[in-house]
Antibody, heavy 118, light 108 residues
């Protein structure tokens, strides 16, 4: 079955760019929408943005100025870049897939902890 | 954005009992675009219900969702040991998608 796996640095310095990749295995990245979601410590889940396999994107307005999503269909991967990070960007980052025809998320990665600290 | 509130914060029950979880939205959720997720410690969230009442693939029929507008409910008819976890609601009828703070169902 389809599985998602996040990868990237667990520690990022303040003001630098957080970069994560989600690898899709067991299925194709094509024909789906793909999401990034995060959970800061002690806070609720927050949607970051989504990307279609075609490359079209939509971002959460609260993060829009700092977020870039991209997709590499040849590698079955999509990626997140979040610039100018602060301690408030610390948290567990998840990638997920949209259930077709909805914006509910039917498949999630295990999540990766990212800490912003000097 | 739509703010979701979940109650209670914690629900202490015994296996075999019925669990009723509430999710309330700050404004009407269009087309009942409301989902429920289960998250066990150290695991990713698992989609249980979408469209307020449709069970996701492989979800046992002891899980059911209901509601519309601003008030939604997740019911677990008879709690199994693996059901003790945290449950989140999510609305996807308006952008940005938002999540509730969660209800923890623990063993009494």
């Amino acid at each position: 079955q389809v599985q998602l796996q996040e990868s990237g640095p667990g520690l990022v310095r303040p003001s630098e760019t957080l970069s994560l990749t989600c690898t899709v295995s067991g299925g194709s990245i094509s024909n789906y929408y793909w999401r990034w979601v995060r959970r800061p410590p002690g806070k609720r889940l927050e949607w970051i943005g989504y990307i279609h396999y075609s490359g079209s994107t939509t971002y959460n307005p609260s993060l829009k100025s700092r977020v870039t999503l991209s997709v590499d269909t040849s590698k079955n991967q999509f990626s997140l870049k979040l610039s100018s990070v602060t301690a408030a960007d610390t948290g567990v980052y998840y990638c997920a897939r949209d259930l077709p025809g909805t914006s509910a998320f039917d498949i999630w990665g295990q999540g990766t902890m990212v800490t912003v600290s000097s | 954005e739509i703010v979701l509130t979940q109650s209670p914060g914690t629900l202490s029950l015994s296996p075999g009992e019925r669990a009723t979880l509430s999710c309330r939205a700050s404004q009407s959720v269009s087309s009942s675009y409301l989902a429920w997720y289960q998250q066990r410690p150290g695991q990713a969230p698992r989609l249980l219900i979408y469209g307020a009442s449709s069970r996701a693939t492989g979800i046992p029929d002891r899980f059911s969702g209901s509601g519309s507008g601003t008030d939604f409910t997740l019911t677990i008819s008879r709690l199994e040991p693996e059901d003790f976890a945290v449950y989140y609601c999510q609305q996807y009828g308006s952008s940005p998608v938002t999540f509730g703070p969660g209800t923890k169902v623990d063993i009494k």
